[in-house]
């Protein structure tokens, strides 16, 4: 008897322990708006702008106009959201225009201000389990994202793996984007993401730890995957649009146009945490190139026939980066690629694959000058290498001393292959 | 008043037979002439020369052929000489008893005694006794013919190939079927009687060259200091030979199978026949012989280990299915990618109730039809289930009661769960399913991880007669490895190298006895 | 129908193999959980070198044990301190010892209570997590030895190749072996607090602190001091050894109960330095678990966080190292203050609510428990320092009654 009130207690003790714990983290997945993509901008006044894209379960069940209706419901959700400490919400509410997802927006003096106002303003429970991009954008990172990258990879809810672009012009406007024939941005960019490597250079998608890790470790620069918003005239055919990099997010515009698309065109050169510049995208494909990644395209033409042009698909490439000289005020950078090269069909390889050496050594000297004079930035990290081989000597101050007068030693060898049917 | 009745009951057990016909069969008549198939028959014997004589019988227990055949023929048609006074002898150094069984009677089996309790119980059991008037010795002739089922197909433990007889409930019938299986001179066979009131028989089979002596003694000396007033079926001594009574993991194993039974006699375990059930007990019965099935070893190797395979895909998709969905849609849905995620939002979007209120009300919908199907009768059976089926899953759906996605958890865990062989095993993990579906739902994956290990950590202290329950993973036997999942080929399988070892593990500091 | 399976178990006594796998995973489930940060802190990017000096420490312990286990067949070592050293001092060093292994239980318990807070149970108070934890480790603890043995071959079934999986994982990241140059303990303890000190994201620690203000260096000593004995787990000889069945066997046990969790913490440190580079990996609570959360798998696969699995199978470890401890510390404390007819549940039952209240008061910032360098120190005083003391006393007192026998003879 007594062994059993003493068993009737402790169930009671555990039920009630259980039942009183309200299971915290409990939140169904029906209620949750997963944050696929992220955008933060830095306003003149100097306060955060947060974009997010937030996709429910109920806009994932309606498609077309359904789609619309949620987003819309959603919209007004967000925009009937009480404003507190600068957060304010606000959505793409005019007709047309609306976005088909829903995107929300929340203001903050900081990040962590901003994202607390993101899940304030938002119907749901904003789940960021599933971010996948973040996009920065250029106003902010011309003024420093060490901290914003800090805060942002400090939440714990912040997947470590997630992708950060840099934005040219504003982030915003690119989360709003959309690309035709996607739902959405983050679909557009895991659709890209997806391709084959020869297809897409890797150094477009790169994860928020290796930004972060470059940002830390003395010795290599940081870099980023540029996105810009393109507007494409419908009897353009040349792919090049007007660039909508300069635009504002104002979507209020009252003339019907064709809706910007984002394109991935280059990189983003940091030099410590402030954004340089860019690289355009054939300078991108040679800092790739120097990265030892395959991938791109090289168009000769021989001087016996200057009109008739060859592609060269470069289709695997080994690259070989040392310093010579490290103690001395001038290091010697030496590049060395082996490339190989694909064509459909050739007359002359040969030929072909001396023009080819050229004109990768060519576009990957004009890649090298522009880091090194225009952006001073290391981004290949041979610093790193410097240091590995005097790492009780190698300063980083020195080095950047160092970085602005090496010389290049770029050599390059090419075989082609053909895979064509003649 | 009760005790006094049960008291005056066990002295009429305890009474000597007389030596008068006439107190005898009135002691009969007065203990049991007041059922209407207790029949009393008086004659004479030796063509009316001899003694008087009565046989008490109960109508339906015995073969009447036997016993107007031969018994009362040759019993009273019959001359025995030395009852007829030829040739001359001492009349007082002639025992009737021991004359009529050694001469007249045509039967087999003859037993004398002297206490009313055996007689009894041998009438109460299908025998006819016999009283000879002047001896106070009773004769027990075996004319056991009452009407049992057939030798039928077994309804829990069907299978594709092997042997299709099954147990029922004859004790004889059953330890036969042994018998015709293993036709060695080890295979023992002790009986004892279980039951205050019942008198139930039952019999202790095993190969007396390969079971563990000191199991043996273990379970013989628990079942003789069983006191429980009626044994209708192995399941009661099953709960009482474990040790461990609130266990819902069955630390004895059932079955209908006599093939089954036979192996597991060869392995030198223990099989105990229950008169009136047709479930027999193994005994020892570690977790991983539960998953095995008797057809496992009729088809050959890499086909029996596929189903094995099967089976614990079966298992473990039974046991995690509904508390990873209650996890993932509560708790760490992160953990999917974002595709599955949104469609497993999709799913669940406008349905009311929490996941883990959907899965729960569900899995107690399939329990319920699950226990209504074994009650209805056949014929409408099948129909019944497939109609609740249809309102659950196709009904509940379309009121957004529950999301699609559930229908098919449901499923997936309730056929999985189905593949255990054994049971009771099955109902075991349906039950312990329910504790891993709330830790989901409180803790999601971490909870999960919780109760599996709670359960581990459970399982892994039970003793089933000595033996760990996890084994051959935990102690882990290599050798064993062989018949555990895999079910190596017939010419790697030595039974004679692996069989219980003659000193059993010590039992654990809180419980000395039993199962445990 | 063949043999029934786990029928043919022989008479209970630890093996070697049982004893070395349960000293495997009582040291992995401590040491893969902050190892990696407190070695680091010692010797920076060569952090490395510290759990491959740490096998030497351990193996070197084991030996001890073993030749006091030879001596003093089928007692443990709270038995025979007691011999040794006599009553005051015997007693004292039995009981210090079984004072740090309880110790361990707390600090192992706050660091895997931070882990599933921060990876999976964000919102859940971490004392709801710490009372789960502590309540199947005090269940698993009182079944005694031989229930935590089976226990551990059961779960290293699954999770060792599992976790061996895992330790392949980071090979479809980039790697950098070149960021582990130097190795050098020199550089590193100069690097290590200028590093730190530069550290942007470095988490608010008193380590990061100190590096701010110039006193590192004594905070890497500790640390190093600490890291030396990153593998306590041949301390659980003390009770082991009257189970095996062969206690001579106790030095190679330690050692090869050592080797593998060495190998597999010192990756968890090397990888981190090799795909993050140095000072980065030294910023983050977790390095490995970071590791394990950017590894990207195939689209196909629908599950695509590896930290969270590494988080759960480990947890199985966790637990095993939990229990075992928690019992050394029980039996060292029955042996020496209680009767011997006292059962273990009544003594882990007691000893619950001090290591919960333990838990729950323990300051945790950085990659490990402030607590935890502390405990590692006290686990190598009084379950290396003393033994081999007592060692020395036993043997001296062997020779010095040899010498007398020899006298009378």
């Known amino acids: 008897m007594k062994r059993l009130c003493l068993l009737i207690l402790i169930f009671i003790c555990v039920a009630s322990v259980f039942g009183l714990m309200g299971c915290w983290d409990a939140r169904e997945i029906d209620r949750r708006a997963f944050i696929f993509a992220m955008g933060i901008d830095l306003e003149a006044g100097g306060l955060y702008r947060i974009s997010a894209i937030a996709i429910n379960g109920g806009s994932q069940q309606s498609s077309g106009g359904g789609a619309v209706a949620a987003a819309r419901g959603n919209a007004v959700a967000a925009a009937s ?40 303003i938002s119907a749901r429970i904003i789940d960021l389990g599933n971010l996948r991009s973040i996009i920065l954008g250029e106003t902010l990172s ?54 084959s490597i020869l297809d897409t250079p890797a150094q477009y998608f790169v994860p928020a730890w290796q930004f972060r890790s470059h940002l830390i470790n003395p010795g290599q620069d940081a870099y980023l995957g540029a996105i810009t918003l393109i507007t494409r005239p419908e009897n353009d055919a040349s792919g090049a649009g007007e660039n909508m990099s300069d635009n504002d997010t104002d979507t209020t515009t009252s003339q019907p146009q064709p809706q910007p698309q984002p394109t991935l065109g280059g990189i983003a050169v ?133 970085w602005t007068k090496a010389s290049w030693n770029i050599f390059v060898d090419v075989s082609i292959q053909t895979f064509g049917r003649f | 008043m009760g005790r006094s009745r049960e008291h005056s009951e066990s002295n009429k057990m305890q009474q000597a037979v007389f030596s008068s016909l006439n107190a005898n069969m009135a002691f009969m008549e007065e203990t049991i002439g007041h059922s209407f198939d207790a029949k009393f028959r008086r004659f004479v014997l030796n063509r009316g020369i001899g003694p008087q004589a009565g046989v008490v019988f109960i109508d339906g227990l015995t073969n009447e052929d036997i016993l107007h055949r031969d018994i009362l023929r040759p019993l009273m048609l019959d001359i025995l000489p030395p009852l ?92 036969t079927r042994l018998r015709r299986r293993i036709k060695d001179p080890a295979f023992h066979c002790e ?100 998953f095995q099935a008797a057809g496992d070893y009729y088809h050959s190797s890499p086909i029996g280990t596929f189903l094995r395979i099967i089976r614990v895909i079966g298992w473990i998709l039974g046991l995690f299915l509904p508390g990873l969905y209650v996890a993932l849609s509560s708790v760490n849905p992160e953990v999917m990618t974002p595709t599955l995620a949104m469609a497993l939002a999709a799913s669940r979007e406008g349905v009311p109730y929490p996941a883990i209120f959907e899965v729960l009300v569900m899995d107690i919908a399939i329990e319920l039809l699950a226990e209504a199907s074994t009650r209805l009768p056949a014929i409408i059976g099948g129909a019944a289930t497939l109609v609740g089926g249809l309102i659950i899953g196709s009904a509940a759906v379309e009121a957004n009661i529950i999301s ?56 892994s202290s039970l003793r089933s007669f000595g033996q760990p329950y996890l084994s051959p993973v935990g102690p882990y036997r290599p050798g064993d490895y062989e018949d555990f999942i895999l079910r190596a080929p017939w010419w790697r399988l030595t039974p004679t190298s692996r069989t219980f070892d003659t000193e059993p593990q010590p039992p654990n500091d809180d419980s000395g006895k039993g199962g445990s | 129908m063949g043999m029934a399976p786990g029928m043919n178990v022989k008479p209970y006594r630890i093996s070697t193999g049982q004893t070395i796998l349960l000293l495997s995973m009582a040291n992995i489930g401590a040491a893969q959980l902050y190892i990696p940060s407190l070695s680091y802190e010692a010797l920076g990017r060569s952090g490395w070198l510290l759990p491959l000096a740490a096998i030497g420490v351990a193996t070197l312990g084991g030996k001890v044990f073993a030749r006091l286990g030879s001596q003093y067949h089928g007692r443990s070592y709270f038995d025979y301190a007691l011999v040794i050293g ?101 550089e590193n303890m100069r690097v290590s607090a200028s590093a730190a000190a530069a550290a942007s994201a470095s988490v608010a620690s008193a380590a990061a602190a100190a590096a701010a203000s110039g006193s590192m260096l004594s905070q890497s000593w500790i640390a190093l001091a600490a890291g030396l004995m990153s593998f306590p787990g041949f301390t659980l000889m003390t009770v082991l050894t009257p189970f095996l069945d062969k206690p001579h066997h106790a030095g190679k046990v330690a050692f090869w109960g050592t080797l593998l969790p060495a190998v597999l913490v010192i990756l968890s440190v090397a990888y981190p330095v090799m795909i993050f580079g140095w000072p980065a990996a030294a910023t983050y609570a977790r390095p490995f678990w970071e590791v394990l959360s950017v590894v990207q798998l195939a689209p196909a696969i629908p599950i695509q966080r590896l930290a969270y699995f590494l988080t759960i199978t480990t947890r199985f470890i966790s637990y095993i190292t939990l229990s075992v401890y928690w019992f050394a510390g029980a039996a060292g404390l029955k042996a020496v203050l ?72």
């Open chain 2, 404 to 459: 699609s996605t559930m229908i098919i958890i449901v499923a997936v865990t309730a056929i999985g769960l189905f593949t255990i062989p054994h049971y009771e095993m099955g109902l075991a993990w349906r039950i312990a399913k329910y504790l891993i579906t709330v830790s989901a739902a409180l803790f999601g994956l971490f909870g999960i991880a919780n109760a599996f290990i709670i359960l581990v950590i459970y399982l």
């Open chain 1, 270 to 402: 940091f030099k410590g945490d402030r954004l340089r510049g860019f690289l355009n995208e054939e300078q991108t494909t040679a800092f790739s190139w120097m990265s030892g990644k395959a991938g791109g395209r090289v168009v000769v033409s021989s001087p016996k026939a200057p009109n008739q042009l060859t592609t060269i698909r470069v289709t695997a490439m080994r690259h070989e980066l040392t310093v010579s000289n490290h103690k001395s005020a001038a290091p010697v950078l030496n590049v060395k690629l082996r490339v190989t090269g694909a064509v459909n069909s050739a007359n002359s390889l040969p030929e072909l694959a001396s023009l080819t050496a050229a004109q990768v050594k060519k576009q990957v000297a004009a890649t090298a000058s522009i880091l090194q004079t225009d952006f001073s930035a290391d981004l290949l990290g041979f610093g790193e290498l410097a240091r590995r081989a005097a790492p009780f000597d190698w300063q980083p101050d020195t080095w950047e001393k160092q």
């Open chain 1, 142 to 195: 011309r003024q420093g994202v060490n901290d914003v990258v800090r805060a942002v990879l400090a939440d714990p809810r912040t997947p470590a793996d997630v992708i950060l672009f840099q934005a040219q012009g504003s982030a915003e406007a690119i989360i709003r984007s959309e690309p035709n024939g996607e739902e959405h941005l983050q679909a557009w960019l895991d659709h890209y993401r997806t391709k």
């Open chain 3, 86 to 186: 006599g009553k005051p001092f015997g007693r004292l060093a039995a009981l210090l010892l079984a004072i740090a292994m309880l110790a361990f239980v707390p600090v192992v318990t706050k660091v895997f209570t931070a882990l599933v807070s921060a990876e999976l149970l964000p919102k859940t108070p971490p004392v709801i997590i710490s009372m789960i934890i502590l309540l199947i480790s005090a269940f698993a603890a009182q079944h005694g030895i031989e229930a935590l043995t089976r226990l551990t071959q059961i779960f290293s079934l699954a999770a060792l190749p599992l976790i061996m999986l895992l330790m392949l994982a980071p090979l479809l990241l980039p790697l950098e072996p070149g960021y582990l140059i130097p190795v050098s303990l020199v």
């Open chain 1, 81 to 120: 959201a009480s404003a507190s400490l600068g957060a304010s919400a606000s959505a793409a509410t005019t007709g047309d225009t609306a976005p088909k997802v829903p995107v929300l927006v929340a203001h903050g003096r900081t990040i962590a201000e901003s994202m607390e106002a993101l899940v304030s």
């Open chain 2, 84 to 175: 007829a006074g030829q040739p001359s002898r001492d009349p007082e150094d002639i025992d009737p008893i021991a004359e009529i069984s050694a001469h007249l009677l045509l039967v087999a089996e003859i037993e004398t005694t002297n206490t009313f309790g055996d007689v009894l119980e041998a009438v109460f059991s299908g025998d006819t006794v016999l009283f000879v008037d002047g001896s106070a010795t009773a004769l027990l002739i075996n004319t056991k013919g009452w009407t049992t089922r057939s030798i039928e197909n077994p309804d829990s433990e069907s299978d594709i190939r092997g042997p299709r007889d099954a147990f029922n409930e004859d004790l004889l019938t059953n330890v």
């Open chain 3, 338 to 409: 209680m009767p011997k007819a006292t059962p273990y549940r009544r003594i882990i039952l007691s000893t619950a609510p001090i290591i919960l209240a333990t838990v729950i008061f323990q300051r945790y910032s950085g990659g490990f428990p402030e607590g935890a360098a502390l405990v590692h120190i006290a686990l190598a005083v009084s379950g290396l320092l003393i033994p081999a003391l007592l060692l020395e006393i036993a043997l001296f007192k062997r020779r010095v009654q040899d010498r007398r026998r020899g006298r009378r003879s």
């Open chain 2, 191 to 290: 009986s004892m009687v279980i039951g205050v009131r019942t008198h139930t028989r039952v019999a202790l089979v095993f190969l007396q060259d390969r079971v563990n002596p000191k199991v043996l003694r273990q379970v013989r000396d628990t079942l003789q200091s069983i006191e429980i007033d009626s044994v209708i079926d192995s399941g009661y001594l099953q709960e009482l030979l474990q040790g461990r009574r609130w266990s819902i993991f069955p630390l004895i194993q059932s079955t209908e199978r006599p093939d089954r039974a036979s192996a597991a006699l060869l392995e030198g375990r223990i099989v105990i026949i229950v008169d009136n059930s047709p479930f027999a007990l193994i005994l020892p019965a570690v977790l991983a012989s539960m």
